[in-house]
């Protein structure tokens, strides 16, 4: 109980320290640090006039993967056909140059911990999941082959609701991301380049979407508190494991049934449905322990004190 306190005071520490500072449709300012996430990109040294052709040859300098950028300037060409906005930037004192606005956004990621996590997951995750999705499925070959029964998510679960909930509340997320994504990116673009952590002052959307992803940490510690609770430390990882492949299933279910159409809300109900139906069927406890006393849904080895019950 103490721990839970403590973290709910943690977490309103840090709704109130972050503030949501973007100016309306404002990628970037003067000012502003980012860093360079493609391999190289060119700067052209000399500043771009409005009398100088577009295609004269300049000197150009080379900055490279992982230098901190910062824009020193910003210039408006109209007669440049290729894009009209110049950013200066600068890595040093000495190595600063002009560049297209679009190259410029194409090859830097915001110098924020936020939005380097958002760049990586987006072209990290499918390998990712499919690492864990496949030691979640050895986990669970193990558990069959071995022809022991031990507990897995939605198969033999455990009386817990915070499991169920888990599920539920990452469906949630991944809808409320995917909707973002497909019917306002720019909300989303926008966030991104002035990332926070705080829920309040965004648009309605995005501030659900945080919401979700607050809630879904929470009960990803309740559960996996609840769960060696509940279990003996074995049981408790692969009972962790089979959970964390169901998770994985429902977030890509759900971000590609959105992004494809719009059937994923009727998908979402009937998922709802199923895990409401599955967990009250399996959270009435018909038995007790004769050693400890505690609940049990089926009669053979007690979870909690290991005894055998006939």
Known sequence: MKKGLRFLLLLTLLLSSCYYQAEDATLYVVGDNFELSVDSLSLQSNQPLHNLPIDTVCEQLNVYYGDPLVVAETLVIPEDSVDSVWVKLARDQFTMGWT???DFLESVVPDDPISQFIHLFSIRHLGFFAILFAISLLALLYQVFSRKRPHVFFLRDIL????????ITLAVSALLYAGIQHYVPETW???YYHPTLNPFG???ILSLFLCSVWM???LAIATIEEVY???PAGEAVLYLLSLLGCCILCYLTFTLATLS?????FLFALFILVLALRY???SRARFLCGSCGKRLQRLGKCPHCGAENR
């Open 100 to 102: 297209h606005q679009h």
């Open 280 to 282: 009250f069927r399996n």
């Open 229 to 231: 609770r509940l279990l």
């Open 189 to 191: 673009v926008l966030y």
């Open 216 to 218: 879904l940490l929470i």
């Open 202 to 204: 965004l648009p309605a």
């Open 261 to 265: 159409s719009g059937a994923s809300y």
């Open 160 to 167: 817990s609701p915070y499991p169920t909930f888990l599920l």
